[in-house]
T-cell receptor
Framework: DTTVKQNPRYKLARVGKPVNLICSQTMNHDTMYWYQKKPNQAPKLLLFYYDKILNREADTFEKFQSSRPNNSFCSLYIGSAGLEYSAMYLC????????????FGPGTRLLVL | QQKVQQSPESLIVPEGGMASLNCTFSDRNSQYFWWYRQHSGEGPKALMSIFSNGDKKEGRFTAHLNKASLYVSLHIKDSQPSDSALYFCAAHSNYQLIWGSGTKLIIKP
């Protein structure tokens, strides 16, 4: 089973309010990723966990937080949503890093109003 | 920093025809390249990877890599309506995949 699940599929948030997105995988993968995808743009890596170690991109360091309470689950947390956060958020996992295949969930579409 | 650019942005191919998707990258140190496909309502799904210069064939799909020219391509033979999707090229740079913005492929019956 190569399923990655994401909840919720759609999220409506108000400006200034927090948002919490959830991802799960049952493949016992070491690495879990969060990407942001806007229309007509490339998926942008926000952060990833390798085992329990969190790596955040420099330009999104202060905007997104994450936790991985166990191997299967990973969350993405936005403390105060702005209009610019409206996007598709894709979670992926891979056995390790580098050349391993990334398996994606269906995404959470976030709309901030 | 690695940049990945895909062309064309969109492509219409008749059913049974050949679809050719192009991708250029900027980091000469990149070693691994991927093609992912995303159908509407789903997340991207890995199609194939290529690590060595030359062609790699998997069924109706052939990837081509030319590291010296910083170029990778994907060719789909005998295109089917189910091939209609958004196709991403991605190149490994340091510890992450750098993605292109995608080519929207439409197969016209």
């Amino acid at each position: 089973d190569t399923t990655v699940k994401q909840n919720p599929r759609y999220k409506l948030a108000r400006v200034g309010k927090p948002v919490n997105l959830i991802c799960s995988q049952t493949m016992n993968h070491d690495t879990m990723y969060w990407y942001q995808k806007k229309p007509n743009q490339a998926p942008k890596l926000l952060l990833f966990y390798y085992d329990k170690i969190l790596n955040r991109e420099a330009d999104t360091f202060e905007k997104f937080q994450s936790s991985r309470p166990n191997n299967s689950f990973c969350s993405l947390y936005i403390g105060s949503a702005g209009l610019e956060y409206s996007a598709m958020y894709l979670c992926a996992s891979s056995r390790r890093q580098n050349q391993d295949t990334q398996y994606f969930g269906p995404g959470t579409r976030l709309l901030v109003l | 920093q690695q940049k990945v650019q895909q062309s064309p942005e969109s492509l219409i191919v008749p059913e049974g025809g050949m679809a050719s998707l192009n991708c250029t990258f900027s980091d000469r140190n990149s070693q691994y390249f991927w093609w992912y496909r995303q159908h509407s309502g789903e997340g991207p799904k890995a199609l194939m990877s290529i690590f060595s210069n030359g062609d790699k064939k998997e069924g109706r799909f052939t990837a081509h890599l030319n590291k010296a020219s910083l170029y990778v391509s994907l060719h789909i033979k005998d295109s089917q309506p189910s091939d209609s999707a958004l196709y991403f090229c991605a190149a490994h740079s340091n510890y992450q995949l750098i993605w292109g913005s995608g080519t929207k492929l439409i197969i016209k019956p």
